[in-house]
């Protein structure tokens, strides 16, 4: 009686609660499950340390990184808690935390996938899809070298990691975020990558302190969403761009997840295609082109990647290529 009222005293917490219905579904490390839960490491850790204790996560190493799973007995059906815990996770699926971890989860399996992490192994599938240091971030980057030395606007640039991306093929790149403290910690990252082409400035999406035509490109990289005005924040980064050159935008397909509004702070469930399309001919685009970004089976969240020129004054603008016969 006293090891089974210990037990149920240890499912006594959300957290764990939670914990538990994710290593459901996968194995995970602690930074991952960090991301996911959205709580500090420290307390992912103690959380993990319980449940191992009582006999309920597994640990394992894989390639220098622990990774925790349910152990076997409780995976497999054998524990006296599978069932319970099996009606309780099937019960709370619509709950808003809930689905936060799971759209969260489907996050860091994608950024995994990405990064290649997860194909090596005598488990895997396609061995022909094996290729020793294959990764996104150096495909991207040598398609930067590609590029011309252009002047680059990243707007609502957070931490500063495209920045810093863009920095590497750009003369020079201004970036401008709302947030001081943000601003400080984008600073502190290309100060420890040794980027120096960068104008940091503080500044609303909605009212850029940029000069008109500065750039040959600006980007909104998963910054539109948080605007207060998105059509002024696009006519804005039309102002700052020169004549013949471009606008790219990175964001949301429309979805459901309220749960971002409170957690992200966004203040748009994304935008509809052709919503995105006309944001962007209505700012006096050129050539205005929407498409698929990136998305995954099971993730609540697509990428939608826009573009558009900026038209020389004695231009007169065409129609998009989607509105095209």
Not at 6 to 13: E, M, S
Not at 103 to 117: G, I, W
């Amino acid at each position: 009686m006293r090891q089974a009222s210990a037990l149920y005293r240890l499912l006594g917490d959300e957290a764990r609660l939670r914990l538990l219905r994710v290593l459901s579904k996968e194995r995970l490390n602690v930074t991952e499950l960090t991301g996911v839960l959205g709580l500090a490491q420290s307390g992912v850790s103690r959380h993990l340390g319980l449940l191992k204790e009582a006999g309920l996560v597994a640990e394992e190493r894989d390639g220098g990184f622990s990774y925790y799973r349910l152990a076997a007995p409780l995976a497999d059906g054998d524990h006296v808690l599978a069932p319970v815990l099996r009606a309780q996770f099937g019960t709370a699926a619509s709950d808003a935390t809930v689905r936060a971890d799971e759209a969260r989860l489907q996050e860091v399996l994608r950024l995994r996938k990405e990064n290649f992490d997860a194909h090596a192994g005598p488990d895997t599938r396609d061995a022909r899809q094996l290729v020793p240091g294959r990764s996104w971030a150096a495909w991207s980057r040598a398609l930067g070298l590609l590029m011309p030395r252009m002047k680059v606007a990243d707007l609502g640039c957070g931490e500063g990691y495209l920045t810093i991306e863009a920095a590497r093929w750009a003369s020079r790149v201004i970036a401008v975020d709302r947030s001081e403290t943000v601003l400080t910690r984008a600073k502190a990252l290309a100060r420890r990558r040794r980027v120096a082409n960068v104008i940091w400035k503080k500044g609303e999406l909605e009212k850029l302190p940029v000069r008109d035509a500065a750039v040959d490109v600006a980007m909104l990289s998963q910054a539109l969403h948080h605007a207060h005005n998105p059509a002024r924040a696009i006519a804005e980064a039309v102002r700052i761009t020169t004549p013949g050159g471009r606008v790219l935008v990175l964001d949301l397909r429309r979805h459901g997840e309220e749960w971002v509004r409170g957690k992200l702070g966004d203040r748009r469930l994304g935008f509809d295609d052709d919503e995105l399309r006309r944001l962007l001919a209505g700012a006096g685009l050129a050539d205005v082109a929407v498409g698929v970004g990136a998305r995954k089976s099971g993730d609540p969240f697509t990428v939608l990647i826009a573009s558009g020129t900026k038209p020389h004054a004695t231009t007169k603008t065409r129609r998009s290529e989607d509105d095209r016969p």
